[in-house]
C-alpha cells in the first residue's frame, strides 16, 4: 500500500444511461488530478465499454464537454486509466456493448489486487 495522497474514480456503468454517470466520473478525475492529487480510474463491470476505442464517440451530456474530451483531459493531467481484466470479457461483449475490441492507448488491463495495492490510508474512492 502506498501512503500517497491519491484518489480513484470507479466507474461501473456503461452506456445505459447515455455518458452521464461517465461524463461525472471523469470530470471529478480531472478536477483530482487538478487539485494535485495522483488519479487513476477504475472501469469495471458495465463501466468496462469505455474503455474500448470508439465508445465515447458522440456521447455528451447537457452541459458538459464531450466525453471524449474529458478523456483527453484526464490522459492530459497523467492519469491513469485501469480496466478489470475478466470483466471485458463478459460485459464488453453483450449486447448493446459491440465494440472494436481495441483497448485505448494507455488503458491497462489489471486485476483487483493491483486496485487494492494501488489504494493507501490517504485514498479517497469515488465510484459512479
Not at 41 to 49: A, E, K, P, R, S
Request: aromatic share 8%; hydrophobic share 40%.
Amino acid at each position: 500500500m502506498t501512503n500517497e495522497q491519491n484518489a480513484m474514480v470507479v466507474l461501473t456503468t456503461g452506456k445505459q444511461d447515455r455518458g452521464t454517470r461517465a461524463t461525472l466520473a471523469l470530470s471529478w478525475a480531472c478536477s483530482t488530478l487538478a487539485l494535485g492529487r495522483k488519479t487513476s480510474v477504475f472501469l469495471t463491470m458495465d463501466g468496462t465499454v469505455w474503455a474500448m476505442e470508439g465508445a465515447m464517440n458522440g456521447i455528451q451530456v447537457d452541459g458538459f464537454e464531450p466525453l471524449a474530451s474529458y478523456l483527453e483531459q484526464f490522459r492530459a493531467l497523467g492519469g491513469q486509466v485501469l480496466v478489470c481484466a475478466p470483466c471485458t470479457q463478459y460485459y464488453c461483449s453483450m449486447n448493446g456493448n459491440k465494440t472494436n475490441g481495441h483497448l485505448l492507448d494507455g488503458a491497462e488491463l489489471v486485476g483487483l489486487a493491483t486496485v487494492v495495492s494501488s489504494l493507501g490510508p490517504n485514498s479517497v474512492v469515488v465510484t459512479f
